[in-house]
């Protein structure tokens, strides 16, 4: 178990149960004779799949969020699931369903079923507009009531299953808002434009730059194989994305070691830094590999 910190102990609700070392060591799939790297590419497809599927939904970001932790969760430790018996689209998709029903947006099975079954029909990565160009023949993602009640059992079984194995603990802290409550704390917000933008040029304030990029750094820290948001607690996740988004848009910080102060020590921040700053080339490996598969099955 990882030490308390100030806000465990103070705001419970924003802190989230982390795995154990024991856990990240191995997985159910693991032991089942599945590679960390298979295991990583999985997660990383339910991950852009739940994204994509939320999206369409018109789900809110901190929903399609809390099923992606959910679903990760699912397969953490020698306890967890394996993707062997319980495959990344099932989890993936009761995921999103359970994170939709435990919040103020809930989704019918239907709805769920249809969009899934439209994304699994689209390409592996797509945009995560609605309202994109793609067109694709709807017999081919289209649901007959048959097949429908067969998914909508497998759905409910699956959200069972999720909820025998987690424990019944789905409760999820998300680091967005902690993010924004910390650029208020550092007056982020305050600072001027760059006076080198170009005119035309959307009006947004460097401050206001930072924050979107935070939020980005966050987003894509869900897809990360190094399970950040089971490793670290929101506060450490709103700080280093503050760091890295800072430092990445060129607006400078305190100069003291203002992290400190959000209870993050400095070992901690640098690993998350460095982590997030991975993901992109992470996304650029995975998205290759799926070229690849695709070139060759084609053949």
């Not at 100030?6 to 149960?17: A, G």
């Not at 820290?221 to 089971?230: E, G, H, I, M, V």
Request: negative net charge; hydrophobic residues 35%; glycine residues 6%.
């Amino acid at each position: 178990m990882t030490r308390p910190t100030t806000t465990s102990i103070t705001q419970p609700h924003l802190c989230n149960p982390l795995a154990t070392i024991d856990q990240l060591s191995t997985s159910g799939s693991r032991l089942d004779g599945i590679s960390k790297e298979e295991e990583d590419t999985a997660r990383y497809r339910g991950a852009i799949m739940t994204q994509r599927a939320g999206i369409l939904l018109r789900l809110p970001q901190d929903v399609i969020a809390k099923a992606i932790i959910i679903s990760v969760r699912f397969y953490v430790g020698p306890e967890g699931g394996s993707l062997r018996d319980h495959p990344i689209d099932l989890i993936s998709v009761a995921s999103l369903y359970l994170a939709a029903k435990i919040s103020s947006h809930p989704q019918s099975p239907r709805n769920v079923l249809n969009v899934w079954a439209y994304c699994r029909t689209s390409v592996p990565y797509p945009s995560s507009s609605p309202d994109g160009e793609e067109d694709y023949d709807p017999e081919v993602y289209y649901l007959t009531e048959n097949i429908y009640l067969s998914q909508r059992k497998t759905l409910i079984n699956t959200e069972t299953e999720i909820l025998q194995r987690l424990g019944f603990q789905v409760h999820v802290a998300l680091p967005y808002t902690v993010a924004i409550n910390y650029l208020q704390a550092l007056d982020i917000f305050h600072i001027k434009n760059d006076e080198t933008e170009q005119e035309g040029e959307e009006e947004m304030g460097q401050g206001q730059k930072v924050a979107k990029r935070t939020f980005e750094h966050l987003t894509a820290a869900l897809y990360s194989p190094q399970l950040l948001y089971l490793t670290h607690q929101p506060t450490a996740l709103a700080t280093a994305g503050i760091y890295l988004a800072a430092r990445e848009i060129g607006v400078k910080l305190p100069e003291c070691e203002w992290w400190r102060v959000f209870d993050v020590e400095r070992e901690e921040l640098g690993f998350l830094v460095l982590a997030m700053g991975s993901m992109r080339g992470f996304a650029e490996r995975e998205k290759l590999k799926e070229k690849e598969l695709l070139e060759m099955q084609e053949r």
